[in-house]
């Protein structure tokens, strides 16, 4: 261990303001400083830093500690680490006042991961040996030159800094050299370099491959990714097809979900630019790298992790996700976004044209192209909400859009304000639907149809204990307006009901929209309106409402206290009772909406997210003024 007053000799000689700021962008606010929270994703500054008392505090998530644990939670390293790392910069000699059997635990600790970064070493020079010599290695120079990364070329300094090799032909070319070289094969069998025989010898585990050298934030190699190659002529064909990858086991010092392909090589440009490109594969990395973007990085055969994330927060704020166009790059996008959010980062997402992966568009369309592919990515919240609409378009059924909504729900009630309902504009032109209605949609009780669907509660529904069913005076004038419709739907094309029929909630919303869908078609195919084709379009949870009031108003319509003296609906009629109702409708969703915006002012306040507060605040001046206006063209309506 070490003493207790050296930890505090370091502590007094370090300046905890100095330290945050090489990562935080901080401005002094009185005796202290405010910036962006690196350990959660913030628009508002609530992370405070006090030279005084030497410790920082984040009033949204909570976190805080002293300058030992900020360096160790911001740069994922352990408490003995940063006692090294900041003894060094303060200049304070370490006192290890551990006993002899701990201090000699540790060395053999560190002996044994040193073996194992040394034979990875070895073997990286080896590789790279055969790609210059190996007479088998032309097939490793034609991958390279098909990839646009010629071996001699403008290329090669690049294909150098990333350890580009071949492993060659046969089954024990690396195990000999090991041996030569002293290095002990059940250690190279550690990092996965050899496997083991039944008989207790060794062979190569990459073998005939193009080989890359996986480096951690150090530079030292630490794993291995082969690509297969074409059998060389002459030689015998496997009996199988080899796969594709070959990638090193994770070990002591290796694992896939905490580290990055390309970051040491991209460090510098990452800093300098305050971006980072994340793409799928290894050779797309070195792609871009090779032509000169090389703020890029790869994930080692997995998911963007949260370890990965935190990882890239050091280096930046921000990624760009260029991932394949393919359902695995779409799976890869969407899981992304959580993994952002949660490690503050901020996030957009580039989709190439014709589907085509970062190195094949590099080689098709050129270097100049994929920068601006990149300068125009767009928020990747903003591309989800295009990935979910895309395949469903205005012209699906019910079903197909209420789907969509469910998926994209989250990321709608996710935004301020103000891109909220960008993004749900964007939606809603993307889906067919009205724009004003959309938001009332996702924001209503999910329809019961999806839940079935689902096997389970959709978010949102009845059953979802955090969100409560709808309020029974709002669920009830929304399903005055949708009988009123019903009874008469020529009304629904008024203009003058429309601010009324983007009110309506839950199902009864989704019903406005089937009415719609099923009015435009009987229009465009000059038929009558198909009453059974509307009910399946409709939740099925109003099906018997709206089946009793189709059958009322077309078997006795004389029924109907709004009908004309031909015993016909009156549309005027139906048209003042969607108003009135809307009316009152409008009036009791404000009334709830005003206790959502003064719970949500106290959070926002308690969380000193004073932009977000004000903004509620003025959608409650604005919310106070629609209300007057729907009183007073209430009043005028009962007036006529």
Known sequence: MIARDTIDRIRSRVDIVSIVGESVKLKARGRSHVGLCPFHQEKTGSFTVSADKQLFYCFGCKTSGDVFKFVELNEGLSFMEVVKRLAERAGVELVDDRSDHDRAAEQRARKAKDDLYAANAIAAGFFEKMLRE???????????????????????????????????HGGEGLAR??????????????????????????????????????????????????????????????????????????????????????????RNAIRAMGEVIIVEGNFDLVALHARGIENAVAPLGTAFTEDQARL?????????????????????????????????????????????????????RGVEQMRRALSAARSLDEV????????????????????????????????DLAFRDVLAKRAAVGLGLEPTALWRLVRGEAPASAERASGGAAPGSASSPSNPPLNWEEDGLSRGIVGALLSCPEVLEDTEVQDSLALVTGDWAFAVVALREEMRNSRRENRPLDGPALLARMPASIQEFAAAKLVESMSDPTASPDASA???????????????????????????????????????????????????????????????????????????
């Open 384 to 415: 989800l909400v295009d990935d979910a609409c895309e395949p469903v378009g205005a012209g699906a059924n019910l079903a197909a859009k209420q789907a969509a909504l469910l998926k994209i729900r989250p990321i709608l009630e996710d935004q």
């Open 312 to 364: 890239l927060r050091r280096f930046a704020p921000a990624v760009v996700l260029l991932f394949d166009a393919d359902a695995a790059g779409r799976k890869a996008t969407w899981a992304a976004r959580e993994t952002c959010k949660a490690s503050g980062l901020t996030a957009r997402s580039v989709r190439l044209a014709e589907g085509k992966d970062p190195d094949e568009f590099l080689r098709v």
């Open 134 to 168: 190996h007479p088998f290695a032309k097939l490793a120079h034609d991958e390279l030159e098909r990839r646009g990364l010629p071996y001699d070329g403008d290329a090669h300094e690049c294909l150098a800094s990333f350890g580009i090799g071949y492993a060659p």
């Open 566 to 640: 031909d015993g016909r609906p009156d549309p005027l009629n139906v048209r003042r009772v969607v108003r009135e109702t809307g009316h009152k409708l409008e009036r009791v969703q404000a009334a709830a909406r005003f206790k959502e915006i003064d719970r949500e002012v106290r959070q926002a306040e308690a969380a000193g997210d004073l932009d977000r507060a004000g903004a509620l605040l003025a959608e409650k001046v604005r919310l106070t003024q629609l209300l007057r206006e729907a009183e007073r063209e209430a009043r005028a309506d009962q007036g006529h």
């Open 177 to 266: 050299y090991l041996r030569t070289q002293g290095v002990s094969p059940a250690v190279a069998q550690q990092v996965g370099l050899l496997a083991a025989r039944d008989d207790g010898t060794y062979y190569d585990a990459f073998r005939h491959r193009l080989v890359v050298a996986i480096k951690d934030i150090q530079g030292r190699v630490i794993a291995f990714s082969g690509r297969v190659l074409p059998t060389p002529q002459g030689a015998r064909e496997p009996k199988d097809p080899p796969p594709k990858y070959v990638n090193s086991r994770e070990s002591a010092i290796y694992s896939k979900g905490q580290t990055l392909f390309g970051l040491f090589q991209g």
